[in-house]
């Protein structure tokens, strides 16, 4: 009993033992595996704190990258400021030295003119001795003789020249007044056709179609001519069918209506009717439509809704190939823009381009020039500005000025209807015009050279001065004038100038 208590309790020892390593051995790995888990926390901690401190050292390069680039570009501008500084100064410098040589030269020039008068008085000073000295061998009577004479000789020329130029201007002006009075009146009141403004072609999609047009006796085509009030010209020309008249609008309100019937094929009195109002309607819709876009484009409004319909209505008008409508915007935005330099109202200035025309769309029932006409008209529908209403009827000079608006307008559609191209002239048209000038100039007897400028719109001749005299020369101008008058087709006038010039050189050694 007692041996086997020995043996239990040594068994037990020994179990305890083993127990209490095993318990030793988990112990110890559990505290290696936390030791080493401390190692790798410590150690991420540092690789963090490393990156950490690599970031912010990157952000304070970056910083320190940054700023010396702002450092820089400043400096690399007060250079650049300092550099276009140093140009203008020596832009300045060089403007001061050129407008000294040409000081220079102008007083070089001046000394040399005095030189020249001082000759020239010394000259007369002797001359007039000599004539007093013979004047005091004269009598009073044969004196007063001498001197008119004289005085006469001189003034020959100057009054000849004087003349002429005033005759010459007098008949331009009249020839002028004349032909832009007629203009006016044929575009308000003729009713004979003219190709290229007062006629437009239809095509047809056969030959067959002219033959439903005329209808039987004729009935289509005089129910259709009556309703438009225009004239269908019906020949031989294959596909095709032209309609004439002078009243744009209704041109084309008889094109849109002619179109419609061809493509619908029925044409009759009453389909033709029935197109026709459709047309006018069309044309009414569209006439406003180009009066509202022109306000549009010009920012402008308050109009009367008649001005407007006129104002679309200049859409179909054209003068010399230009459109009226486009001249008008043209030369409203010209006097906007002058008016705005002047210091002028810029709205009012481009009423005033705006409307100059638009007496041109206007009937014979309104009477007087286009200008007055036109002003009536502005003044009759009672909400356009007075300054516009003069604008309008003073634009050609036919009654006084009262503002400057006047001017602008004046200067304005001079300037539109003037510059080159404006009239749609084609170049081989430009060119054979300004060789035409060219050749008229040269074929007269004693011209050296001729020259056409401003786009045609003036002739330089030189001639001979010991083949021309001065008389000679304003003779020569006058048939150079009346030859282009007479042979030339040309938008506006055309300048002639002669010069007669004679050069005396001598060369010094």
């Known amino acids: 009993m007692g041996s086997e208590m020995i043996i239990a309790f040594l068994l037990g020892l020994l179990f305890s033992g083993v127990v209490c390593y095993l318990l030793h051995m988990r112990l110890k790995k559990i505290g290696e595996e936390r030791v080493r888990e401390r190692c790798r926390i410590a150690e991420r901690e540092k690789q963090l704190h490393m990156e950490e401190w690599t970031n912010r050292k990157e952000l304070e390069y970056e910083r320190r990258v940054s700023e010396l680039e702002r450092d820089f570009r400043e400096r690399e501008l007060e250079l650049r ?16 030295r050129d407008a000294l040589e040409r000081r220079r030269t102008e007083i070089e020039e001046k000394y040399e003119t005095l030189e020249k008068s001082e000759d020239r008085l010394r000259e007369l000073i002797s001359e007039y001795r000599n004539r007093l000295q013979e004047t005091g061998q004269m009598g009073m009577e044969a004196a007063r003789e001498h001197l008119l004479e004289l005085a006469q000789r001189e003034c020959e020329d100057e009054v000849r020249a004087m003349k002429d130029e005033v005759l010459g201007r007098a008949e331009k002006d009249i020839e002028n007044e004349a032909r832009r009075t007629l203009i006016a009146c044929m575009q308000r009141l003729s ?31 005089k129910s259709f001519e009556s309703m438009t009030g225009t004239t269908l010209l019906i020949d031989e020309t294959p596909d095709s069918v032209l309609i004439s008249s002078f009243d744009p609008v209704r041109r084309e309100t008889a094109r849109l209506a002619l179109e419609s019937l061809i493509k619908d094929g029925r044409i009759h009195p009453s389909s033709i009717e ?95 020039s286009h200008a007055k006409a036109g002003a009536y008209f502005l003044k009759r529908v009672g909400n356009e500005d007075p300054r516009v209403i003069n604008a309008v009827a003073a634009h050609h000079g036919e009654v006084p000025a009262e503002s400057p608006y006047v001017g602008l307008v004046m200067v304005a559609d001079s300037l539109s209807a003037m510059r080159p191209g404006v009239r749609g002239d084609s170049l081989d048209g430009y060119l054979q015009r300004i060789r035409s000038l060219e050749q008229i100039a040269t074929s007269l007897p004693g011209v050296n050279e001729a020259y056409a400028i401003q786009a045609g719109r003036e002739i330089r001749v030189i001639v001979c001065p010991d083949k021309v005299s001065e008389a000679d020369a304003s003779i020569l101008a006058r048939k150079i004038r009346r030859r282009i008058e007479d042979e030339l087709q040309y938008p506006g006038t055309i300048k002639v100038t002669v010069v007669r010039e004679q050069r005396f050189e001598e060369t010094a050694l």
């Open 274 to 368: 029935e197109a026709v109002k459709r047309a006018e309607e069309d044309v009414k819709h569209s006439v406003v439509a180009s009066g509202e876009d022109a306000l549009r484009q010009l920012r402008l409004s308050r109009m009367h809704p008649e001005v407007v319909s006129a104002l679309g209505k200049l859409r179909f008008r054209l003068s010399n190939n230009q459109n009226s409508l486009e001249h008008s915007l043209e030369v409203s935005h010209l006097c906007s823009l002058m008016a705005s330099e002047l210091g002028l109202e810029t709205e009012i200035a481009k009423r005033c381009g705006l409307l100059h025309d638009i007496g041109k769309v206007l009937d014979q029932e309104h009477e007087g």
């Open 191 to 221: 009713a004979a056709p003219h190709e290229d403004i007062t006629a437009t072609i239809v095509s047809l999609p056969s030959d067959d179609m002219k033959g439903r047009i005329i209808g039987r006796e004729g009935r289509n085509i």
């Open 81 to 96: 400021s300092r550099e276009e500084e140093a140009n203008g100064v020596l832009m300045s410098a060089e403007k001061d």
